[in-house]
């Protein structure tokens, strides 16, 4: 192993472990935040540091120290206290490794070699998440069991029935997906989908499997837990379902398992169905070649969309009543200067990359790093669907939830293979 | 009892309805619209800034206690416990004493109210034959860290000025 095998190991490791924890705060903030612009209320807005709020994102660190400094109870009926304190450990990791097969940029060319640009360079690729992901709902049945509660126990039946049912359309929905791509490896499937379907559309998975792309998404909804199949902590009817008895850290390592598995599959449903780190008309190969005018553009474009920001934050970070001085008007001014400094760094990077290294290996890895943000950019849009969906819809009542997986999903999935076997022996 | 029956027509029966999915959507670009309205311009947002922008509190409104006073500074109360006996938290605690300013025999020595007993339910004004004690100093929050200051005193009571006008009073409360 060379120096340069070992450091990109580290990066890509540490980008598939820090990444997922990273978006653990983007998304309770989204969640929050959006929840509170949905139903017309601002949301947490109030915490601060030397008063930057960062948009509410200070309140994360806030929840996360009360968390922390809480007293963690083992409530004393509990008989089996290792299986008690196994269980969330089992829900946060399993959502955390399960996301370290997913591709987060297309496959780096470096001297000669590839590297697969995943936090396990494998070619398991979808097989991983599928043994991963029913995997992760022990933690939630073992929870509930160990925690020796009714309500607990209940929960962890709920999530148990829920994740037999909702497997299955969620494997077959795959299985018309791979039927389409020909492989299992996710950076095969992302590469596939770069190409253009009649020349001027781009080949994502949703275009050519949109039942499938639905199924999918309906079962990683019922896989995470997430409302409209939140069944499992219906707060109404189970108080809070398998986490009943769970304080402090213990509950926030559910709490973070919920949002890194969230994060998980809204990556996995951009990889198989929204082409996961392409960047629509721009296959890998174009940006490499076109690496210097795209550059340029990046520059144009840059200070733009600096612009219109500059412009949303100092038009909606100010106070809404008579205030001296107005302190959130200085915070919005010092965010402005951040966030042209940081233009003015990028520019700067951007223009001794045109001058000096342009070409060869340095295209390689800006192209990479476009990828990167391409794809978090669509990974964040679909962790939005999730919050979106919490706040639309309300939660589905027990038999019907079994009876859309094993009524609906089920023969609809089945339905979607004979058709697309069908189409693709056609077709050759 | 024979009312009139009325049958309802059950919704969501329909293939329309039945495929759910349309629904959804439709519910979410409702959603979405609130989001990105609200994401554009948070001025539009339907909230009160709370602790800087303070709600208006209506005449009517039952606030905090308080114990009138005559035009002379003396207090109208004349330890008649009408309010005490038509208390029905018990919150009401009147020891009487001899009057000293001459206007009647009796004014109370102590005149407590447990902030944490009280409904605010506003009986005490309404059984108050002197117009002595009213709800109208438009307080809304009580709070505290401890038990002991949520029984106010005769002192605390007569300090406390009401927050409208006699003539607003008048309109509002009678």
Redesign the interface.
Known sequence: MSQLDILLLILRVAFAAFVPLCFIAVCVWMERRGAGFIQDRSGPNRANIFGFRAGGLVQNLADAIKLITKEDVIPGHIKQKFYFVLAPVIVFTIALISFAAVPFADALIINGKQYLMQGIPTDLGILWFLALAGFGVYGIILAGWSSHNKYGVLGGLRAAAQVISYEIPMGLAIVSALIVYGTVNLTEIAQFQGQLLFGFIPMWGVILQPIGAIIFIIAAFAETNRTPFDLAEGESELVAGFHVEYSSMKFGMFFMGEYVAMFTSSALIVTLYFGGFQIPWFSTETLVNFARPISVLLMVLMPAFAKLFTFWISKNNKSQYERVDDPRVREANVYIKGIWGLVAALEIVLFIYLITVSGGVADRILVTILQIITFLVKTTLMCFVYVWVRWTLPRFRYDQLQKLGWQTLLPLSLLNIFVTSAIVVALG | MSGKIRIMERKGKDLYERLY?IE?FK??V???G??IT??????????R?YP??KPEIPVRWRGRHRLTVHEDGTMKCVACFMCQTNCPAKCIMIEAGERIDGRTEKMPVKFNIDLLECIYCGYCVEACPMEAIRMDTGIFSVTGSEREPFVIGLEELLATKGAFTEEEYKKGGA
């Open positions: 999915l959804v519910g979410m409702v959603t979405l609130h989001f609200n994401l554009l311009d948070n001025s539009k947002l339907l909230v800034h800087e922008v």
